[in-house]
Structure formats: C-alpha cells, structure tokens
C-alpha cells in the first residue's frame, strides 16, 4: 500500500517503488536508437547543468542507467532525459540502459510516474503531467490521488493551474511567483486582467495576503460597476419616459454628461417643449 505522505518536495518520493518493478534487464544501448518520450513533464532544462553533467560523464561514464522500452526496433527513453542529453554532449555512443517490459497502458503511466519521483519538477510541470494522466489516461483525480498516495484535492489544485495565463505560468517556472500566488490568481472573474497583476505582484513583490486583497478589490470594484451600471440604465429609462427622446448617461471620472438623442426635427421642438415646460 501506497502511504499518504506530505507534500513537502514536490511530487518527489511518493510513489511506491513495488508499482515500477516490471520485468527488466541491463544492456548497452546504442544512444541514436533512442527516442525521446513525449510524455516527459520537464519541459525545460538547464543547458548549464547539463554540460557540467556532460563534463563528469566524460571523466566518470554515466553512473547511474536510465530506463528505456523497447519501440518496434528501437527504444522509448522512460526517464533519464538529462543523462541522456548530457551523454550525447560528451559524444558518447553507447549508454547503460535498463529495459523495462510494459503494457501500453502500464507504459504510459509509469512514464510520468518515473518522471514525478526522479525529477525535481516545478508546479506547472506536475500539473502538465497530472493532466496528462487525468485526461489522456483517462484516470479520476480520486484514482491519481491514491496511485501517489496524496489526496484528491491537491491533484485537483495542481491540475486547476493549467487554467492560469500564460504569463502566470512562466512567472511560477521561474520563481518570480509562488505556487500561493497562483492559487489566488485562479479566484481572478476577469482573466483577461490577470498578466497585468502579475506583473504587479513582481514589481511591488506582493506578498499572498496582498494579493488576495487586490483580488477582493476588484471583484467589489466589478460588483460596483455593475450597480452603477444598473443605476444609471433606470435614469436614463425615466429621462427617456419624460422628454419623449433617446437619452445616454455617460460618466466620467470627474462629472459626466447627458446625450439626448433626436430622429428629427419633430423629436426635437418635442424635447425642447418639455424642458420649457417648468
């Protein structure tokens, strides 16, 4: 059984070691049969850490296997993406590998999985690989939860971060905001407002708190506009009641001013009638 376990480092360490044990053996690959996965979760990785990783695999060899399956004649990488760059860097030709056997399904799975646990993956990333297994898997949230032994709410607030701008999910890759940040900025009505307040939570290094009373501020400020809006539409109703032409209220940051809105000639000794009349 898979024990419930914080979530302290990412998703690094939670899933039961029992789960990736397959059939397997050691081999020598040749590095150009290998093909990357495309259900790797790191999207990015630091090209200055994979030439000093390079640098030691020239001195050293690669220490530790990665772990491929077999591809028609060629090999799935699983994991171990960085070594297997770092060792193309350093002009390696043949790399130790682990082959593992798996069902399509148990591939697919294992491939993120492996990836959760080895890998120190930022939010977005964990999130890109939760949603992978939640819609192209086809696995519940409440099954995701138990696999890595965290409950079904955290899988669901990290797999809600897909729904953040994309200037909000650089933002958190790069550490310029935190995973509570972004937690907040999902509460956001108006998304279209959402690259110019992180931009601002950057530049005035806001902290969670503040955030949330920004937040809180514009959702009032919508409230009010709203109300305001309602206001105004019943003025103009009753002008338009009284003086027999279309009106338009348009406020403005200081003041305002009133548009009465004629079709003719009559419409107009109309309205001015009614204005003589007191």
Do not use: C, W
């Not at 397997?24 to 040749?30: F, G, H, M, P, T």
């Not at 297994?133 to 990290?158: C, H, P, W, Y």
Request: no cysteine; proline share 2%; net charge positive.
């Amino acid at each position: 059984m898979v024990k419930k376990k914080a979530l302290g480092k990412g998703l690094k360490a939670l899933i039961d070691d029992d789960f990736l044990m397959k059939k397997e053996r050691y081999a020598l690959i040749d590095i150009d049969r290998i093909k990357e996965n495309p259900l790797q979760p790191r999207k990015k990785f630091d090209e200055e850490k994979i030439k000093e990783l390079a640098s030691s695999i020239k001195e050293r060899g690669v220490l530790q296997p990665i772990v491929v399956v077999k591809s028609n004649d060629d090999f799935l990488l699983v994991v171990g993406e960085r070594r297997l760059r770092a060792s193309k860097l350093a002009g390696l030709k043949k790399i130790p590998a682990i082959i593992r056997e798996f069902e399509e399904k148990d591939l697919l799975i294992n491939a993120v999985l492996e990836n959760l646990q080895r890998e120190n993956l930022n939010p977005v990333e964990i999130s890109d690989a939760l949603f992978e297994m939640n819609k192209k898997m086809n696995m519940t949230q409440e099954e995701i939860g138990k696999l890595l032994g965290i409950d079904r709410a955290t899988v669901s607030n990290f797999i809600r971060l897909q729904n953040l701008a994309k200037e909000a999910k650089e933002a958190l890759i790069a550490g310029k905001i935190t995973l509570g940040h972004a937690k907040v900025l999902l509460q956001l009505e108006n998304k279209d407002k959402e690259p110019s307040i992180v931009k601002e939570i950057i530049s005035r290094k806001l902290s969670v708190r503040e955030l949330e009373k920004l937040i809180k501020g514009e959702k009032k400020r919508k409230k009010g506009e709203k109300e305001e809006d309602l206001y105004f539409k019943a003025l103009e109703d009753e002008l338009k009641t009284y003086v027999g032409t279309g009106v338009k209220i348009k406020k403005k940051r200081k003041g305002g001013e009133i548009v009465f809105i004629f079709k003719n000639d009559d419409d107009l000794i109309s309205f001015i009638n009614k204005l003589k009349e007191k």
